[in-house]
Structures are given as structure tokens and as C-alpha cells.
């Protein structure tokens, strides 16, 4: 490959050294930005624009409009000025005049620059006597050939010792020497007809824009081209998901859908039936259904999942349903069997506490189809269990269960439907990126009878009041959770600890109630046992920490307090309200926090003001930014380098249709006019989405 490497590739990836006005000490502070080859200083693009296009003579200045001024620092100053604060002033002098930038409280300046440099100064003058004045321009120092233009000048991310002007002037050399030998991605044809500027000019003018329309279009092929390859990758895994795959044809008749709905105690919501023949029409085919079904806390989409797993069982097929934590799992048994009681559907529940003989006929019953219905943890199932003839796979509450996750649960001969769920609402734009290739359902009403939770946030003035409230509620006949952050004290932190919480509360505030307390690292036959006795109602208050975040379903458990609220997120916190307002009787909840910022204030007034989880999840979104959430660290994903979710969502929206055409054509990207597209894509996402070799 390496020989038969074309002159122009050579010349790109030459080291940066070997640009015009580029020596070791220059090389050496480049390679801090991550810039060691021509091509990387190419790609290397501005993170804002200095606007020069009012460029002025100190003759033609007028006040209150921002305007550029170029001239030569004659000299630098710095004193005291009222009240002890330092003034710094530069004068320039220009070609036509004299102009002062002045900065107050920031000695600094008179060390960035010495007389004698030409600089261009950018702010809104004023007229000071006889003298223009700029307080606090923008500064740029030319280089020594530089003429400055009128127009939008670059400001790239840098480094200490490392001057605008010379990244400028590096970047121009770039793109002098390689620019020509820079080759598109996209066939001519594809950008005439996606308005996508060529790469050559694109470059040009992201690095020395002419205008702001060229500013934009050349911002907008790059953003395509960054958004387009991720949704390609995530097309192709979706095609390799789908197109390879057989999975078996579990078709519902009236028949079976009798049968199924006569188990259940109660009518399905229409929203539930929505969702239910979605599902089932995925699972009628014969490739694999990957569907996302998300509803909020609450919604019903339990009953749901049982609907897909027994239409699996009547098919003569195995199901399994994974959950989070074993807490859950056991939920979930619960529940199955109360259903299943009148049906000849066999059910096991793994946990990690059986017995070793036990788990091994359990296993085997499962390998030798005896089993049709397993429940247990994810880790467990997966590690674990050989399935005889697997029909559907449940995941429950998994949204971090993303694309590398399905990548790993491969499954041998016919593959299994995939159904998974979840109850934090994952904001449209990530949605169509990191569950790209999946398909969505989503459960909007609630089953109903449904109470609406009031949230209040307080301050301590209020503690007495709630508490007052909590006993009387619990004296009439309620259960409530009390959640702190962590479980024991801590001297660096100043939080309320769960053991603290319980001691004051069972010899104070809640004297003579019934107290339960879990946490996550209890062992697991024991935090069974309080939740059940919380279940029944033996134990009135559980004072726990987010154990009970996900899934937990206790109907007359409707008053929560919680301690440290700002240590929680914005989803979890949806999740915890979750748990007090899934029976008839209105739930409450209290927020009490500890010293907190506007910004965290601002979170936690929005969480007390909605209850709907979607728009919650939105605002949380963009508070946090995308950044977090599509983090390598979570998910694996390269960062994206210009493209924002939020803002460019509709060339999200059109990269994901573009893309996911292109492939429905030509599955293994084979034309070769998409080759280097190919290529790119492969880099970035080849190994993240284990695409293995495509085509
Ligand atoms: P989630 O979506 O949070 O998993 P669940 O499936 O646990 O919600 O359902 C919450 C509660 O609502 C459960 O107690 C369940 O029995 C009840 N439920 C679900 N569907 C209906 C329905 N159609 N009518 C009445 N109650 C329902
Ligand atoms: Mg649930």
C-alpha cells in the first residue's frame, strides 16, 4: 500500500516541519494541538472569526459600532487609575492618526506586546478629548508580511507561545502547498445534488472565509460530511444487523391475542396496544426486530414486554428478560408469575444466590428447552446461559445499552428478536444518533387512574412542615422513601448520609413508624427481604439511597423526601419521582438541598415545575450539553470536531435519510466513487461499531 501511495497523499502527510516558516520550536508547539502533518493543519479548523469587514482610518471612525483600526504600537503604559485599579494603554499609531486601547484590571496586557508590532485593534471607539480610545478591543498582532483583509480573520485554538498570526500564517502556507492535492469525498454528483461545496474550496474558505455565506457553506459541508459518516456507520451496522441475520416468524392471530390478553387483570391503554402491534409486526418477520420502546416511569411498558415474550412462548419458542439489578429481576418474576398462574408457561428467576447445584439444573433445563421463560440479571444471562431455541431477548431500563452492547450479544444459528426498554427518554437528537439503527416506540399515556406527583423544593425553614406532612399521610395508611446520596458519613463531604438520616429519623421526625433501610451494597437476599417487607407494608418508610431508582413497584408508596438533591441528576431524579406515583393516591415529594449554584438551582426548579419525563430529558440535554452523554467514555464515540447535535439537527435529520438511501443501494459501499467516504467512515467508526469488513 505504502508504494504505491499517490505524490499527493505523500505531501499531506508530510511532517508540518516542512512547511514555509515552520521550524523545531514551531513543529514542537504545532504537535501540542495535535498537528504533526500538513494534512492535520488543513483539517485544523477556527473556532471563531474576527470581524474586520469595518475596516476603518482613525479619520473615518464613528463611536458606538465595532470597527477595525491597523496600526504600529508606539507605546505601552500602565498605571493606577481610580480606586487603585491598573490601567493599561497601548497607543497606536496609524496610518492616518493615533488610537489608544485601554484595559482596566489587567496588568497582563502590558506584557503581551512590545512596541513596535503591527497589530489591528477591534472594539467600539470613542472619541476622548482629541484622541480615539477602544476600551478592551480585540487585538490580532500581524506577522511581519501580513496584510491584514478586510473580511472574517481566523482564531484557531492555541497554545501557550503560540501566536494567532502564526497559525494563520501556517495554515496559509498548508494550504498553498497541498490544498490542490486534497481529494473529495463526495463525487460531484452527490454534492451537486446534497448542496455540498467541493473540499478544495470548502477548505479555503473555512481557514480565510471571503464572506459570511462562504463562511457558512463551507461550515455546512464539513458539518454534513462529519454527521453523514457517523449516520453512514450506523446504517451499515444496521444493515449488517438485519440483512445477515434470520430470525424466526412469530405472527399473531386473533386466536393467540385472546389468549394473551385474557392473563392480564386489566385493559391495555390504547397507548399500550399501539406500541403492542408495532412490536408484533417487527416480530412476524423473519429478520430481527431491534426496537427501542421508551415510556416514562410508570407507563406500563412491563405488560408490554410480557405481551412480545409470550407470543415467543406460544410459538413454541424461549424468551428472556433482562433487567439492571436483581432487585428488579425478582420484580419482574413477581409480576410474570402472577400472570403465568393460570398458564402452562414455564418460568425460572436467575439470581446470583442459588446455590451452585441449583443453578446448574436450571441451566441445563434451559439448554434442553424444559425452560420458557428466563428472567435475571444482564450480566448473569449473558455470561451464563445457553438458550435450547431463543425467540426474544427483553432488556430492561438499559439506556446505556447502546449500539457496542447489541454488537456483543451475538447470538448462534437463528438470532432472536431484540426489544429494548427504557423509561429515561432519550432526547430526540441523540436518539438519532446513537440509537440510529434502531427503531422506536414510544408510550405516551399512562394506564389510568393515574396521580399526578407535587414536588416541592424547600429550604431547611420548611423541614419541620414536610415532616409534620409525612406523619399524617403515614398515619393514614401511605408509605414514603427517604433517599440520600451516600450511605455513610463522609468528613470531605458535607452530605447527608443514609445511616445518619435513619438514626435522626427513627429517634426524631419519624419516632414510633416502622423504619427499613437499603442500599446498593447490602447483600442481595437481604435487600430482597426489606423490600418485600416494605412491599407488605411491615416496613412504612425506607430510607435508601438510588437503589430504587429504576423499576420499583410499590402502588402505596407515595411520599418522598430527598436529602442533597442537587447530587442527583436531572434523570434520576425523574426516576426516583417515578416511584411515588404509580397508584390512585397522589404522591409528594421533597426536595432539600445543601449549598447550591444558580445553575443547579435552575435544574432543580425545572425538575419541581415538569412532570413529563420527555421534556425533562430535553432540558437536561441542554443544560448538559451533548457532550457528556455521547462522551467516549460512555459509549465509545469519537467527539465530533464541528458538527453540534443540537444545533444541526436538521442536517442530522437529512444525513440519516441521505445515508441510510445510499446503503438501502449499495449495502457494502462497493461503488468506488464512495471510496475514500468508505475509508473515512471505516477509520472513525470501523472499530467502535465493530463493522468488521464491510462489503
Ligand atoms: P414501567 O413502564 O415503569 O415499567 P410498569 O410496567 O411497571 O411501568 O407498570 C406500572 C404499573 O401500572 C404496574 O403496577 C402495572 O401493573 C400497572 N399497569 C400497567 N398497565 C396497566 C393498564 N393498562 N391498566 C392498569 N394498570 C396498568
Ligand atoms: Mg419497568
Redesign the pocket.
Known amino acids: 500500500m505504502a508504494s504505491k501511495e499517490s505524490p499527493s497523499l505523500k505531501t499531506l502527510s508530510l511532517p508540518v516541519r516542512y512547511l514555509r516558516g515552520v521550524g523545531p520550536h514551531r513543529a514542537e508547539l504545532l504537535e501540542k494541538l495535535g498537528l504533526r502533518f500538513v494534512h492535520d493543519v488543513l483539517f485544523y479548523f477556527p473556532r471563531d472569526y474576527l470581524d474586520l469587514t469595518d475596516y476603518r482610518e482613525v479619520p473615518d471612525l464613528e463611536e458606538g459600532k465595532v470597527q477595525s483600526v491597523e496600526g504600529v504600537i508606539e507605546e505601552i503604559e500602565s498605571r493606577r487609575g481610580y480606586r487603585a485599579r491598573t490601567v493599561v494603554g497601548i497607543l497606536l499609531r496609524c496610518r492616518s492618526g493615533y488610537l489608544r486601547g485601554v484595559w482596566f484590571n489587567l496588568p497582563h496586557i502590558r506584557d503581551q506586546y512590545s512596541v513596535g508590532q503591527r497589530v489591528v485593534f477591534s472594539g467600539k471607539p470613542r472619541q476622548q478629548g482629541i484622541l480615539w480610545e477602544m476600551a478592551h478591543p480585540l487585538v490580532q498582532v500581524l506577522g511581519e508580511d501580513e496584510s491584514p483583509r478586510s473580511g472574517l480573520l481566523p482564531i484557531y485554538p492555541s497554545t501557550e507561545g503560540l501566536q494567532q498570526w502564526e497559525l494563520r500564517q501556517v495554515a496559509r502556507n498548508a494550504l498553498e502547498l497541498a490544498l490542490e492535492l486534497v481529494e473529495d469525498a463526495f463525487p460531484a454528483e452527490y454534492r451537486e445534488a446534497h448542496r455540498l461545496w467541493p473540499i478544495r474550496q470548502a477548505l479555503a474558505e473555512i481557514h480565510f472565509p471571503s464572506s459570511r455565506e462562504h463562511l457558512e457553506m463551507a461550515r455546512r459541508r464539513f458539518i454534513y460530511q462529519e454527521l453523514f459518516l457517523l449516520q453512514l456507520a450506523l446504517a451499515i451496522k444496521r444493515a449488517q444487523q438485519q440483512a445477515a441475520r434470520r430470525a424466526p416468524s412469530l405472527l399473531v392471530s386473533p386466536e393467540i391475542d385472546r389468549r394473551i390478553r385474557r392473563l392480564f387483570p386489566?385493559?391495555?391503554?390504547p397507548g399500550?396496544n399501539q406500541v403492542i402491534s408495532e412490536i408484533t409486526s417487527d416480530m412476524g418477520q423473519t429478520k430481527p426486530m431491534l426496537r427501542l420502546l421508551q415510556?416514562?416511569?410508570?407507563?406500563?411498558?412491563?405488560?408490554v414486554a410480557a405481551y412480545a415474550m409470550l407470543l415467543a412462548v406460544v410459538h413454541g419458542y424461549q424468551t428472556a428478560l433482562m433487567a439492571p439489578t436483581e432487585v428488579l429481576a425478582r420484580q419482574h418474576a413477581r409480576?410474570f408469575e402472577r400472570v403465568l398462574r393460570s398458564s402452562r408457561v414455564r418460568q425460572v428467576l436467575l439470581t446470583g444466590g442459588l446455590a451452585p447445584k441449583e443453578r446448574e439444573t436450571i441451566l441445563a433445563k434451559i439448554a434442553a428447552g424444559q425452560v420458557d421463560m428466563v428472567i435475571g440479571t444482564q450480566a448473569l444471562i449473558q455470561q451464563t446461559v445457553q438458550f435450547k431455541k431463543l425467540g426474544l431477548v427483553v432488556i430492561d431500563e438499559q439506556h446505556k445499552f447502546g449500539v457496542r452492547q447489541r454488537a456483543a450479544l451475538k447470538a448462534s444459528g437463528e438470532d432472536p428478536h431484540y426489544l429494548v426498554?427504557t423509561?429515561t427518554p432519550i432526547p430526540r437528537t441523540l436518539m438519532m444518533t446513537l440509537f440510529g439503527d434502531l427503531d422506536v416506540s414510544t408510550?405516551r399515556d399512562s394506564?389510568?387512574g393515574r396521580q399526578k406527583v407535587r414536588t416541592f423544593l424547600t429550604d431547611e425553614s420548611r423541614r419541620a412542615k414536610w415532616w409534620e406532612f409525612f406523619r399524617r399521610k403515614l398515619r393514614e395508611g401511605r408509605q414514603g422513601y427517604v433517599v440520600t446520596p451516600v450511605v455513610e458519613d463522609d468528613d470531605e463531604l458535607d452530605l447527608v448520609s443514609l445511616e445518619r438520616a435513619y438514626e435522626a429519623l427513627s429517634n426524631g421526625e419519624l419516632e414510633g413508624f416502622r423504619l427499613g433501610l437499603i442500599h446498593g451494597r447490602m447483600p442481595g437476599e437481604q435487600k430482597e427481604s426489606v423490600m418485600e417487607a416494605f412491599r407488605r407494608g411491615k416496613i412504612q418508610v425506607l430510607a435508601c439511597t438510588s437503589v430504587i431508582e429504576v423499576?420499583i413497584?410499590v402502588?402505596n408508596a407515595t411520599l418522598m423526601t430527598i436529602e442533597n438533591a442537587e447530587r442527583f441528576g436531572l434523570a434520576q431524579l425523574h426516576q426516583l419521582r417515578?416511584r411515588i406515583s404509580?397508584g390512585s393516591y397522589p404522591g409528594y415529594c421533597c426536595l432539600f438541598t445543601g449549598e447550591i449554584n444558580e445553575q443547579a438551582k435552575k435544574r432543580l426548579q425545572a425538575f419541581a415545575a415538569i412532570s413529563d419525563g420527555f421534556e425533562l430529558a430535553e432540558i437536561d440535554f441542554a443544560l448538559r450539553g451533548p457532550g457528556e452523554l455521547f462522551g467516549t467514555k460512555q459509549h465509545g464515540m469519537p467527539p465530533m470536531k464541528i458538527a453540534d447535535f443540537e444545533r444541526d439537527h436538521s442536517v442530522l435529520l437529512e444525513t440519516r435519510d441521505d445515508a441510510r438511501k445510499l446503503v438501502e443501494r449499495d449495502p457494502g459501499l462497493a461503488n468506488p466513487a464512495f471510496a475514500l467516504l468508505r475509508r473515512q467512515m471505516l477509520a472513525r467508526y470501523g472499530r467502535v461499531l465493530d463493522l468488521g469488513d464491510v462489503g
Open positions: 386489566f385493559e391495555l391503554t399500550q415510556g416514562d416511569v410508570g407507563s406500563g411498558k412491563t405488560v409480576t426498554m423509561a408510550l394506564p389510568p423499576g413497584d402502588p417515578g404509580r
